[in-house]
């Protein structure tokens, strides 16, 4: 079975600073997706990015980035030019690439940005 | 737009009771799933279903069912709520087969009393 690991439970970044968000995941397959998902108070889900393992590139979303180090199995995510509006619950997530596979997520990470 | 929008946003039972939660979503996913979410413990997968009249059971299904007799609507059922099962409830749902893009409803805080 996978596992995804976020072992920062709660952090806080300066309004405009740089902030990187750890997850570790484990599995035996080759072939799959990584995400990232935000949870404002709204307690809407929110897809911030995601990554295919057969990809090198890490993946960018305007100010967001991973850190995607396959052989390791992490799957870090970084914020620039934090804004206030990033404040929420952030999810590291695994799926296998097979058909109707369900989507294991890990136990988030708390981001506070302060002004 | 996709739209996955569970009937309740906050919801008040007493132990004992039998509860629905409902989940509809309007793009013809093949694909539906029920999270629990709490405090410390992420989302853990209750139950999916990968199309009508078929359920898979998830990392935590104890205590609960589930029914999808159509495509649209996908139901967690309990049987008889306890305190433990008090909990924010997110649906979700997707098109099918190696399809990844996952479409979440806004969520069912449920207190069980």
């Known amino acids: 079975a996978q596992t995804v690991t976020q072992s920062q439970p709660e952090m806080s970044v300066q309004e405009a600073e740089t902030v990187t968000l750890s997850c570790t995941y484990d599995?035996?397959?080759?072939?799959?997706?990584l995400f990232w998902y935000k949870q404002p108070p709204s307690r809407q889900m929110i897809l911030v990015i995601r990554?295919?393992?057969?990809?090198?590139q890490n993946a960018t979303e305007n100010r967001f980035s991973v850190n995607f180090q396959k052989a390791a199995k992490s799957f870090s995510l970084k914020i620039s030019d934090s804004q206030l509006g990033d404040t929420a619950m952030y999810f590291c997530?695994?799926?296998?690439?097979?058909?109707?596979?369900?989507?294991?997520f890990g136990k988030g990470t708390r981001l506070s940005v302060i002004a | 737009d996709v739209k996955v929008t569970q009937s309740s946003r906050y919801l008040v039972k007493r132990t004992g009771e039998k509860v629905f939660l409902e989940c509809v979503q309007d793009?013809?996913?093949?694909?539906m799933f029920w999270y629990r979410q709490d405090p410390g413990l992420g989302l853990r997968l209750i139950y999916f279903?990968?199309?009508?009249?078929?359920?898979e059971k998830g990392d935590i299904p104890e205590g609960y069912s589930v029914s999808r007799e159509k495509k649209e609507r996908f139901s967690l059922i309990l049987e008889s709520a306890s305190t433990n099962q008090t909990s924010m409830y997110l649906c979700?749902?997707?098109?099918?087969?190696?399809?990844?893009?996952?479409?979440f409803g806004s969520g069912t805080q449920l207190s069980v009393l």
């Open positions: 979700a749902s997707r098109w099918g087969g190696a399809n990844e893009k996952l479409f």
């Open positions: 599995t035996s397959e080759s072939n799959y997706y």
């Open positions: 990554q295919e393992a057969y990809k090198q």
């Open positions: 997530a695994f799926m296998k690439r097979a058909g109707n596979t369900p989507l294991v």
């Open positions: 793009m013809d996913h093949e694909n």
């Open positions: 279903s990968y199309d009508v009249k078929m359920k």
